[in-house]
């Protein structure tokens, strides 16, 4: 079992920054795809980025430009820094790791992904 919690989130105007975290626990190591997703209010849970074992990342078109994942690879931990946010950024975010069989690679589908943190809520104002 994975648990994934994660931090950072708020309210900003927009413009802004924000920078979530996402640490990982449980039987882990280094060597695993984390993702971030979001979710707004009578919208589907989109993934916004993917960052694989070897560090390859993948971003959503929608935030390309704007937003960065990383990872600390020693802390199990991925970062979401958000820059520029916009209105339509409003969501809740969610961290999320497929399990071990994936071997590091990051799956296509949210189906794929195993293990949720509980979500936090970010909000960008006008």
């Known amino acids: 079992q994975v648990q994934l919690v994660e931090s950072g989130g708020g309210s900003v105007e927009t413009g802004g920054s924000l920078r979530l975290s996402c640490v990982a626990s449980?039987?882990?190591?280094?060597?695993?795809?984390m993702a971030w997703f979001r979710q707004a209010p009578g919208k589907d849970r989109e993934e916004v980025a993917t960052?694989?074992?070897?560090?390859?990342?993948r971003h959503a078109e929608a935030v390309k430009g704007r937003f960065r994942i990383s990872r600390d690879g020693a802390e199990n931990t991925v970062y979401l820094q958000m820059d520029n946010l916009q209105l339509e950024d409003s969501a809740m975010y969610y961290c999320?790791?497929?399990?071990?069989?994936?071997?590091?690679?990051?799956?296509?589908?949210?189906?794929?992904?195993?293990?949720w943190g509980q979500g936090i809520q970010v909000t960008v104002s006008s």
């Open positions: 999320a790791a497929p399990t071990a069989e994936w071997a590091g690679r990051c799956p296509q589908f949210r189906s794929n992904y195993a293990y």
């Open positions: 449980g039987n882990t190591n280094n060597r695993f795809c």
């Open positions: 960052i694989d074992a070897n560090r390859g990342t």
